[in-house]
């Protein structure tokens, strides 16, 4: 499974953002796909994750401003970012839980200003 992040970019503080995430193969039955976040020096944080079945879960940081959606026709997950702050200044990263594996992208980066 090879996952490409994309979407980031910088936005002033307010704004919004989606990113994407394709898979390189079939979505549909991949238990947990979520996004992660880092910044420099720190630990990779959980932002957001959807179940095969849909369920979603978020941060508590990322609570009533971000959703996750995927689209398992498309092999593609989304993480719709609104009211964004400059705390959310981070690369974002995408996971994938499939089969007892692993799955990273690399990051996309995005720049929140003040």
């Known amino acids: 499974v090879q996952l490409q992040a994309s979407g980031g970019g910088l936005v002033q503080a307010g704004g919004s953002l989606r990113l994407s995430c394709a898979a390189s193969?079939?979505?549909?039955?991949?238990?947990?796909m979520s996004w992660y976040r880092q910044t420099p020096g720190k630990q990779r944080d959980f932002v957001a994750l959807?179940?095969?079945?849909?369920?979603?879960n978020y941060a508590d940081s990322a609570k009533g401003r971000f959703t996750i959606s995927r689209d398992n026709d498309k092999n593609m997950v989304y993480l719709q970012m609104n009211s964004l702050k400059p705390e959310d200044t981070a690369v974002y990263f995408c996971?994938?839980?499939?089969?007892?594996?692993?799955?990273w992208g690399q990051g996309t980066e995005v720049t929140v200003s003040s």
């Open positions: 996971y994938a839980y499939h089969l007892g594996g692993n799955y």
């Open positions: 193969g079939s979505i549909l039955n991949m238990n947990i």
């Open positions: 959807i179940s095969s079945g849909g369920n979603t």
